[in-house]
């Protein structure tokens, strides 16, 4: 089993923190100057890995094998959150390189752009998987700055360049390593997880409608308050579910809001934003179903509910056979401290699993903290799952 | 009983409207230049009446009728909500005019500043009523652009002037007209309310503590949703109090704010704003006894909730016979067509009912609607109102 270089993949995972360097973190939104930069830096790391480099028409870094053969795909992210932590993406993209320099042929890496939302929904994956039509990225726009994402393209030199599509006959499939974002393995003592599925989520926007009136004068027999009619379809929410759920099913009441949210007025509007996450198709169906009938409760009342925006993701299951060679790898390395459990975030992967056979490798979290600068994982955890990802890649790249 | 000129009162109150109209209401926050200059005009016109006029070290405007004897005050406000009605105060002190005018004698009229609370509570009257130390005004500030009080008052040309205070040997009591604010008086196919108490108001801001944390990585067992803690207590707030309210008894969350806010992120801090209000205290501690109850079950969970902030003001009862002077009026203009109410919003009569004996009165509300520029009342109730407000001041200015 080849042996990664630790001090060497450690030097590349520093070097690219110094880009957008914030406190112990990194600010590097997508297609700001430092993200422009660390994509360059990326492509010209992959070059002296041997590999052919591209950034293409939207942003994507890809490092292709000049070799013949099929190849495994490595990747992950390079652009971060606002203010965010060093590792979220970088450390799965810096894994390909390193595996990649490691094994030295069959392995090809790529950076997704965008994972992040800063301008999409995995607008970087879902192009290289066919899903991005130009129509899209016409309406695309960064969510702070509303600077238009063809705007953007062109600033960073990308517009006009071809985008690049997956080709299934040179892919085996993908891999793709990541903090686990949460404190469970931390918790249980492990040190490696073995995703068997990214979970799928609905998110809902909800706007309730009654009638703003004076909070003094106004009798409570004749209000219509959205707001209480927000709050009892909220608290429905919280009676309800738990009979429903799955046992690691989540639900999040993510915002709240009043109209207008003054002290002596009965709020005649109110808003929330609901989302719930499930491996398990049926489950969401389930969960979707009460919260219909929690709106068509509120709609029996005093004030009127309705659905004013929804979005989905189905679950994506991860590939058996990759999970049975990371689990094989972990064994190896780590005898024991290794677990398979479902990944509550939503990775590139589960848009890569749609085309490709897919898999994904957790690292512990400290306390479990992501999207914040203070976001780590020791340096023995992330050599070691490096290395546990390039025993699997390594078994993987030769078609048994 | 002499008789009220009835276009010469239309003619006033259609002249103040003029000044810092606003569509077919009015804008003339406290201290505005439109505010300055309507205390200016109202001097103006209360000296033409044979008052002597007067605008205090605070901004309250008065009228001092020179002839000898106990007086009855007559008033309100002139300064108004942003982009409100025309009504909303500058009924009762235009009435207040009219009747000193109609009456001949005995009538002072004040319109006591920034009722609306642009600066701080109730400050005119308080002023008056001996309530308002200099320290209080050196804190006051405008809510919206920080401007503070004494910067105000410099620049409308009223600093360094005495502070005119109450001088109970003076008076035998203040009546103050308004407009309801509601719609009950419309609804019941009334033209007069004759108000018993103004409800005593308790406003309370708490604030939840729990845990921010990625919503799709942490599963619901570890959470601590400040979100989900806020929602509990209000629906808690809902399920009990019916059975401790009054008949009138309100209660609102006017503003609940979530933090960070954000669709994916488990809630760490949330706070709302909350008000009860009735006319009796013995209600008013029984629900705040609730309210903490219900604090104290959230602490036993896995957020903490405190009151962050907690104002109160406590009922004030209207005095007997001011209110049969009222009703026999009312009965004589509108036989059967007027009733004894609560108010649910607040008044300067709940400042001077401390000191002197007062009495209010109301006209209806077209649709209920006030703090909105469509707020209006019609010419026939607006006078009807004056004609029964000066049959009850000329009923009580003479002692029986």
């Known amino acids: 089993m080849p042996a990664i270089d630790a001090n060497r993949l450690l030097r590349d995972l ?57 190849k495994l795909l490595l990747g992950s992210h390079i652009e971060t959150q606002n203010h965010a932590g060093w590792l979220d993406g970088a450390l799965g993209v810096i894994y390909g390189l390193e595996i990649a320099r490691t094994l030295g042929h069959g392995i090809d890496v790529a950076a997704w752009v965008d994972e992040e939302g800063h301008f999409g929904s995995f607008i970087g994956s879902r192009s290289f998987c066919g899903q991005l039509t130009e129509d899209e990225i016409d309406q695309c726009a ?59 989520s609905r998110r809902f926007r909800i706007s309730f409608t009654g009638q703003q009136n004076h909070a003094g004068t106004t009798r409570m027999a004749v209000r219509k308050d959205a707001g209480v009619a927000l709050v009892k379809l909220v608290a429905g929410i919280e009676a309800r579910f738990p009979a429903i759920a799955n046992k690691r099913t989540v639900w999040t009441t993510g915002d709240i809001r009043l109209d207008p949210g003054a002290p002596s007025i009965v709020p005649g509007g109110a808003e929330l934003i609901f989302q719930f996450r499930d491996t398990d198709s049926t489950v969401l169906d389930a969960l979707e179903a009460t919260l219909n009938d929690l709106i068509a409760e509120t709609n029996a009342g005093p ?33 024991g401290r290794h677990q398979r459990m479902p990944s509550g975030a939503g990775h590139d992967a589960q848009i890569l699993s749609r085309r490709l056979p897919s898999a994904m490798l957790f690292v512990p979290s400290i306390d479990g903290i992501s999207h914040h600068y203070a976001e780590n994982t020791s340096d023995e955890d992330i050599v070691l799952g490096c290395q546990v990802l390039a025993d699997a890649a390594d078994a993987l790249r030769t078609p048994s």
Chains 1, 2 share one sequence.
Not at 307 to 315: C, F, K, L, N, V
């Open 14 to 70: 520093y070097a690219l923190r110094e880009i957008g360097k914030y406190k112990t973190g990194v600010h590097r939104p997508t297609f700001s100057p430092q993200d422009i930069e660390s994509r360059q830096w990326l492509a010209t790391r992959l070059g002296e890995a041997g590999l052919d480099p591209v950034i293409d028409g939207i942003g994507n870094v890809l490092g292709h094998d000049p070799a013949p053969g099929r």
């Open 303 to 335: 004030c009127s509910a309705v659905i004013a925006g929804r979005s989905t993701s189905e679950p994506a299951m991860m590939d058996a056979r990759f999970q049975d060679a990371l689990q094989t790898a972990a064994e190896a390395h780590t005898p």
């Open 142 to 200: 960064n969510r702070e700055t509303g600077t238009s994402l063809r705007e953007a393209l062109q600033q960073a030199g990308y517009a006009g360049r071809p985008r690049i599509e997956v080709d299934p006959a040179r892919y085996s499939g993908y891999l793709e390593a990541h903090i686990e974002q949460g404190a469970e393995l931390e918790q249980l003592g492990l040190r490696i997880g073995i995703v068997t599925a990214i979970v799928g």
